[in-house]
């Protein structure tokens, strides 16, 4: 629409210009004199380069319309994955579009194959093809991976290892995981009004790519039986990193963070707990605490308002935050960001497949709408988009609309793909 004025005198020029050209034709054919003849073709020739001209900056123009109408454009490596996982990343796309055309961005999706749907096709769990292009993404959108049909397989062949090898190769170290009470949702709580208090919003940054889930681990036969073992081992730079990313993310909320670890037990933990309160002395304007894990678990159910951040390591981070999504009523509401050295971050909802209900639209797409809206906020650097997914969220749950597993009384039920229309039609 800008350009309508520009064109539309590029137009009359042009009319004018072949208007002239015909002119000065019709008058060559009546001069005889070769003088004033010549000066003519000499206009003639001047017109034509002024056509031409025209010509070719109009065509130019349309040429670098396309790259330069957009704000912003972004590649998105999009991992469908198993079970629920392609209806809710449906809605998740669904609602990028409508923030892209909204806010006059560009997302190109890129789907890849990972976990269950990755080893039928190709035989395993995360073929080279997917790393490749995460890697060459600005963000890659998951949604879930795993099922029954691949149990069986064995531990290096799983979907789960798919995940692992993904996060690996990206080198996302920091796992962020909000929890946070809604009051729409207070129903789904389970826990006792006296024990929620003022409300439940905290965050868990979980160590993503060492510990257990990546250390040394073997299964043998020794003296006529099976032995297995799995090693945690952290180094110095590891924790450190993970520990900075909790403090920095502590000053943009409370200030406040608690390291949970097995100190009393574990030499990994040890060194975990050194390096933190380290860290912890460059920023005096946050209060920290260390919290053992088994107590950290009770009191996640006693007093869940002390905490602001919680950063611990990878298996203890796992456990507490399914905790943590539980007492705040669904795990089908929330998001992750798995976040490396640059901006490039793996966005994917904490809940799981769930096969049981795969494919039936009975699936709840909020917290992977969610995971979309932290990946406009953390890669993209897209806080009013993101906030804007967050308040259409808001609104529907206000409005009353519930997917089964959050639905309450009074509520009105509604399935994957009507709950995904309606968070658009509030962008
Ligand atoms: C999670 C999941 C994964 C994990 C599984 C699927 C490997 O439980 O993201 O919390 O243990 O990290
Ligand atoms: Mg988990």
Known sequence: MKNSPKRLIQGVVLILAALLMFLFLAMLERVSDPLPKFALYGILVALGCVVVGIVMSFARGEAQKKERTYNMQKTIAVIKGDGIGPEIVTEALKVLDKIAEKYNHKFTYKPVLMGGCAIDETDVPLPQQTIDVCQCADSVLLGAVGGPKWDSLPGDKRPEKGLLGLRGALGLFANIRPSHLNPVLADACPLKDEI????????????????????????????????????????????????????????KRRSKVTSVDKANVLDSSRLWREVVERVAKDYPDVEFSNMLVDNCAMQLVRNPGQFDVIVTENLFGDILT??????????????????????????????????????????????????????????????VEAKNIEDAVQKVLEAGYRTGDIMSEGCKQVGCKEMGDLICQNI
Do not use: C, W
């Open 196 to 251: 929620v208090g003022d409300g439940i919003d905290l965050m868990v940054v979980r160590e993503l790519i060492g510990g257990a889930y990546f250390g040394k681990r073997e299964t043998f036969v020794k003296d006529g039986e099976k032995v297995a073992y799995d090693t945690t081992q952290y180094s110095d730079s590891e924790v450190e990193r993970v520990a900075r990313v909790a403090f920095q993310m502590a000053r």
């Open 322 to 383: 399914d905790e943590a999504s539980m007492i705040t009523g669904s795990i089908g509401m929330i998001p992750s960001a798995s976040l490396g050295a640059g901006n490039l971050g793996l966005y994917e909802p904490i809940h799981g497949s769930a096969p049981d209900i795969a494919g039936q639209d009975k699936a709840n797409p909020i917290a992977t709408i969610l995971s979309a809206a932290m990946m406009l906020r953390y890669s993209f650097d897209m806080d």
